[in-house]
């Protein structure tokens, strides 16, 4: 089973990321972050910046590849994943950029962009930390529920739920969110070691209880999760609010020795 940690907020979510990610940089001189975009992982990103910052810890070998990308929306838009990662974490966290991979959404080569990113994670190793959000649906990344569980980073059409939550970042019009993606596959996601999914809010605790203590279903995609050996799930209460072992997950996370992290 996963780790369930519940909260008070993002910015506790964040501390325990951040803490996690600079155990990891202190053991490996060229770690690999899987990145994501969304609202949920900004506290982590703001808290690892300022660990990163006190520490005075390097980062110039860290790579990272990010978990999806808009099709056929130019890489410069301000909206693509690859602007919007550049903005919420190379910047902040000073990495080198051409360390930093985004999939490929040229509709050009979509086709065989997919294998070459899930090579190119092979190549540099795999990733060492992913983070994940979640879809009100239940997806990670952008893999829509439906999508397979053994999927590797592929093209995918986005549901009209996800374009109405995204509209938000298109003039609210959802005639401008792209109905196309690039998405690393479950499969892709599940060959990271470690996997820290951050959820927060009611609109999450559907997706979460479905997540957490529901079957395993290409139905909620981030379901997949209860195949991994290391994941993490930090949400705040009123995303574990539907969470039948609530308790048991607080007392469990409690009673842990120091020493184990997460
Ligand atoms: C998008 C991203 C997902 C993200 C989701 C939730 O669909 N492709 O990776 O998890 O949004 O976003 P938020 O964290 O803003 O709720």
């Not at 040229?106 to 190549?123: E, F, R, V, W």
């Not at 019009?173 to 060959?191: A, E, M």
Request: hydrophobic share 35%; aromatic share 6%; net charge negative.
């Amino acid at each position: 089973m996963a780790e369930v940690i519940i909260v008070k907020d993002e910015d506790e979510a964040g501390e325990i990321y951040a803490e996690a990610v600079l155990r990891l940089f202190k053991e490996k001189s060229d770690p690999v972050l899987g990145l994501a975009t969304g609202s949920s992982p900004l506290a982590a990103y703001r808290h690892l910046a300022k660990r990163l910052q006190r520490e005075g810890i390097n980062t110039e070998n860290v790579r990272g590849f990010a978990l999806d990308e808009y099709a056929g929306l130019d890489p410069q838009h301000p909206q693509s994943y690859r602007s919007t990662i550049n903005r919420t974490v190379v910047e902040p966290l000073h990495l080198n950029p051409e360390l930093v991979r985004v999939p490929n959404g040229n509709l050009d080569t979509i086709q065989t962009a997919g294998a070459d990113y899930d090579a190119a994670i092979a190549k540099a190793g795999g990733v060492d930390i992913q983070i994940l959000g979640i879809g009100t649906d239940g997806h990670i990344g952008f893999n829509e529920p439906g999508s397979s569980l053994a999927s590797g980073t592929r093209i995918k059409t986005l549901t009209e739920q996800t374009r109405i939550d995204n509209a938000r970042f298109f003039d609210n019009d959802v005639t401008k969110v792209p109905t196309h993606c690039i998405t690393q596959g479950i499969g892709t996601i599940l060959k990271a070691r470690h996997l820290i999914l951050l959820a927060f809010g009611e609109g999450k605790a559907q997706a979460i209880s479905e997540t957490v203590e529901g079957g395993i279903s290409s139905f909620c995609p981030a379901s997949a999760l209860q195949l991994h050996p290391h994941a993490t799930i930090i949400v705040d209460e009123a995303a574990g609010g539907r969470l039948r072992n609530k308790d048991y997950y607080k007392w469990a996370f409690k009673n842990k020795p120091e020493w184990q992290g997460i």
